[in-house]
């Protein structure tokens, strides 16, 4: 077996191993996304891409790691997969041994499985991938704590025609952004919530403005924008994020914004989104019915010099 640094040459074939890896139901159908996503990451992060190759050259795992310059010390796996035939045989433990010499030589002190936001594939293992849980734990990753995703029914999406009438009475126009919003949006995002949402609400509006299926719609009072959701950013499946202004909470803009996103999901033939990292869950499942679909354990380890 040979570790060797990913090179553009490899992407059908780590596409490919990721398909038959990576085979939950949420998983599945987008993992041509979430490798090329994990590809082309922010700025001011640095990566390391190493694929495993057998006798033949035939790629048989895949170890994606990045570091954000505002955290240095701080590393992330961001992606880890082997074929199932080649399981069991020191491929995953030689990958990630690979590309934790190179993070220390970053000078990275702590590694974690846990989403590198805003650029992420997941928060972090889902607790179906059983091989993935034991290898965190044979690797000497300690469980620190639990996020979720939660799944929306995009068959059962509520009729918001009376909210968005009412918040059209009260001055609030709610619409979809173009690129033309693009400015205003990531810096209300940037403001009131960060960095982090203001990348993702940007790649929103390019990647649907480049026909993919992805946006964001915005709630606006003359000029200000009060909130925005978004969805698309990672993947086409995946909702978020969303924010309102405190000024505006409770005013029913949430909502509206929300299931204008989930219909947009629905029109491009997806029968659920999930809701990615999940923070007020009574609100998704008051307002939409959302349930919690999958959770994820987060891992850390401090690396040794």
């Not at 619409?175 to 990348?199: K, L």
Request: hydrophobic share 45%; with cysteine.
């Amino acid at each position: 077996m040979d570790v060797t640094p990913y090179a553009d040459h490899h992407l059908p074939s780590v596409t490919s191993l990721a398909a038959i890896a990576l085979d939950l139901p949420e998983d599945a159908g987008e993992t041509d996304a979430i490798v090329r996503r994990l590809l082309t990451p922010p700025p001011g992060r640095r990566t390391v891409r190493l694929v495993a190759l057998d006798g033949s050259g035939y790629v048989t795992g895949v170890v994606f790691a990045s570091v954000r310059d505002r955290e240095p010390e701080v590393g992330h796996l961001d992606l880890i997969a082997v074929r199932p035939a080649a399981r069991r045989r020191g491929v995953a433990r030689a990958l990630v041994a690979a590309a934790q010499q190179t993070l220390r030589g970053y000078g990275v002190r702590e590694l974690r499985i846990a989403g590198n936001d805003p650029c992420y594939a997941w928060p972090g293992i889902d607790v179906r991938y059983t091989p993935a849980v034991c290898l965190a734990l044979a690797l000497g990753f300690e469980q620190e704590r639990t996020a979720w995703n939660m799944t929306a029914d995009l068959s059962a999406l509520p009729d918001i025609t009376d909210a968005q009438a009412r918040l059209a009475a009260e001055g609030v126009t709610v619409r979809r952004a173009t690129a033309a919003d693009a400015e205003a949006v990531g810096v209300c995002a940037a403001e009131h919530f960060g960095q982090g949402w203001s990348w993702e609400v940007r790649e929103a509006i390019a990647r649907g403005e480049a026909g993919e299926v992805a946006g964001c719609h915005i709630a606006l009072r003359g000029d200000e924008v009060l909130g925005f959701a978004a969805y698309g950013a990672l993947r086409p499946s995946l909702f978020g994020p969303m924010g309102t202004l405190p000024a505006a909470r409770g005013s029913g803009i949430g909502g509206a914004l929300l299931v204008r996103c989930l219909a947009d999901q629905r029109a491009a033939g997806l029968a659920t989104a999930q809701i990615g990292w999940a923070g007020p869950v009574a609100f998704y499942s008051r307002t939409i019915g959302a349930r919690i679909g999958r959770v994820f354990v987060l891992y850390r380890k401090t690396l040794t010099p």
